[in-house]
């Protein structure tokens, strides 16, 4: 199994595995969540670039810019990367978004994302990611978390502005975890060497004469259409009323100014599918206005430029709540499209200045 060295530096790369290597994670639940594997099986280590001075644009966020259920190539960066618009500066769009709404998961992977050397990241918001608990509970996000204790305890050390207090809960809930995070790390590491092997073994078999095993439909996600308002609104009064305290928006500013590299944050498309109270089976009314004017701020604050795509799309433009079909996608990356293009001219200039 060849290593491939990375373009940007002299770091090792792991063959392509999950999604041709155009994703941090698969569709389905996976055993492996350490970052420094999912990084270097993903193109972000290993592609070269097409055309001089091709600019690296890092896209990150929760499952909606991760494009779920649909394929990497329906996602908004896949879209993006296809059109290949001559006018403008060379550019890739490289997909880190990751399952499941947690901000502090999200930080870490912006914070990884540093050091493969973006020039413009990306990053979608939604309320969702901002529940306050830490840990969390939920399978996806709990995995995450115990598969990258070591940085996160680097993360937590570091003490950055506003997630000081989620990342101490968690490094504090973690200290009574059966395996040393060095262990646990070579732990993955086996699992993942498995999953490579049962990539390559599908790879040849598609490749050869045998047809490949089918896969097996993946559920579309679905809002229950009869959801209870009043227990939604009581699920956010318990996990959700000081959702403020902690802030992505804060740990990015710190992270613009620390590696000198320019965030965009991306205030996320919801569907409206209303009862009572509630503006869909996912938010109450009042509460997601008052984040959307509490983003704004903020974010102008902060001087983290916002898109503020959350009325961008129909209703029959979503799967659910907060996942784009097709068509949505492709709606975003047009808007995308045209709001990044002056960013982009600014971030090559200051690129080909450096150099």
């Known amino acids: 199994m060849a290593l491939l060295p990375a373009a940007a530096e002299a770091r090792l790369c792991w063959p392509a595995v999950l999604d041709n290597g155009l994703r941090l994670q698969r569709r389905e639940p996976m055993p492996v969540q350490w970052l420094p594997l999912l990084f270097r099986q993903h193109e972000v280590c ?3 670039p097409e055309r001089a001075g091709e600019l690296r644009v890092f896209v990150t966020g929760s499952s909606g ?3 779920f259920p649909l394929g990497p190539d329906q996602a908004v960066s896949g879209i993006l990367n296809a059109r290949r618009t001559p006018a403008g500066p060379p550019v890739h769009f490289y997909n880190l978004g990751h399952l499941f709404t947690y901000q502090v998961k999200d930080a870490l992977i912006v914070r990884e994302s540093l050091g493969y050397q973006p020039d ?11 529940v306050h608990r830490a840990p969390v509970g939920f399978p996806g996000v709990a995995a995450f978390l115990r598969g990258n204790r ?8 570091e003490r950055p502005p506003g997630l000081v207090e989620p990342l101490a809960l968690i490094r504090e809930a973690q200290a009574g975890e059966r395996w ?6 070579w732990r993955q590491t086996g699992r993942f060497v498995r999953m490579t092997a049962e990539a390559n073994a599908h790879s040849l078999l598609a490749g050869s004469r045998q047809a490949a095993v089918p896969s097996a439909p993946f559920p579309l996600p679905q809002d ?12 956010y009064a318990a996990h959700w009323e000081s959702w403020r305290e902690w802030n992505i928006l804060a740990y990015l500013e710190s992270a613009r100014n620390a590696a000198d590299v320019p965030i965009v944050v991306v205030n996320w498309p919801v569907a409206e599918r209303p009862r009572g109270r509630c503006y869909s089976a ?7 206005r008052r984040y959307f004017g509490w983003v704004r701020r903020e974010a102008g604050d902060r001087g983290l430029p916002l898109l503020e795509y959350q009325d961008l799309l129909r209703p029959d433009e979503f799967f ?10 492709r709606k975003i990356a047009r808007q995308l499209e045209i709001d990044l293009a002056p960013l982009l001219v600014e971030a090559r200039t200051a690129d080909a200045a450096a150099k």
């Open 150 to 157: 070591g940085a996160l305890a680097a993360f937590a050390e």
């Open 46 to 48: 290993s592609r070269r």
């Open 320 to 329: 659910d709540s907060i996942h784009p079909n097709a068509a949505g996608q």
């Open 120 to 130: 413009l990241i990306v990053h979608a918001l939604v309320l969702s990611d901002f």
């Open 282 to 288: 996912r938010f109450p009314r009042a509460e997601l």
């Open 180 to 185: 040393p995070p060095a262990v646990e790390n």
């Open 224 to 235: 229950d259409p009869d959801y209870d308002c009043t227990e939604l609104v009581a699920r």
């Open 65 to 67: 810019i991760y494009g």
